[in-house]
């Protein structure tokens, strides 16, 4: 099986034909009207399921999905929490400031000396933007992902260079 990232996650029924209503990870609802296969995964990703999309409309922030293997408000709700992924070939192409958050986590930071100071073990969205959650040595903190801080992104060699306000690793 190829690498698959995710476009979305099954979060609760909506109505009584068995439309789910999917939390976004991705840009724009309108991705998923070019979406026609897709791989339903367990939260604790031991169990996977093929689907096909047979509509997709946006409603608020969110999107409603009918899905050929759910059919009902309960098979919704068997399928809660899962998320909804695409092969990877299939991602929309980035822009050259432009980063998938899967590719953001495992990176580790590094300070202009060069000092290692932690790694990245989650992305956040919150109202002020994106975070960085970052396990350090001592406990983890928050970085917001701004380019005034996350200077340098390297994909290859897995490293940020940022420039953290002093004692955030600490306090």
Request: aromatic share 6%.
């Amino acid at each position: 099986m190829g690498e698959r990232i995710a476009v979305g996650v099954i979060r609760k029924p909506h109505g009584v034909r068995g439309e789910a209503s999917v939390e976004l990870w991705t840009d724009s609802a309108k991705r998923f009207d070019e979406l026609k296969r897709v791989t339903l995964v367990s939260p604790d990703e031991s169990d996977t399921r093929d689907a096909t999309i047979e509509s997709a409309r946006a409603h608020g922030d969110r999107i409603l999905l009918k899905l050929d293997v759910i059919r009902s408000p309960e098979d919704v709700r068997s399928f809660a929490n899962w998320t909804i992924e695409i092969p990877v070939e299939n991602a929309r192409k980035l822009g050259s400031d432009e980063y998938f958050f899967h590719d953001l986590i495992g990176l580790t930071l590094v300070d202009a000396a060069g000092n290692e100071r932690g790694k990245v073990v989650e992305v956040e969205e919150s109202g002020g933007g994106l975070l960085l959650v970052v396990q350090g040595p001592k406990r983890r903190f928050d970085v917001p992902f701004a380019a005034d801080i996350c200077s340098d992104i390297d994909l290859t060699s897995k490293r940020i260079t940022v420039a953290l306000p002093e004692g955030i690793d600490e306090i």
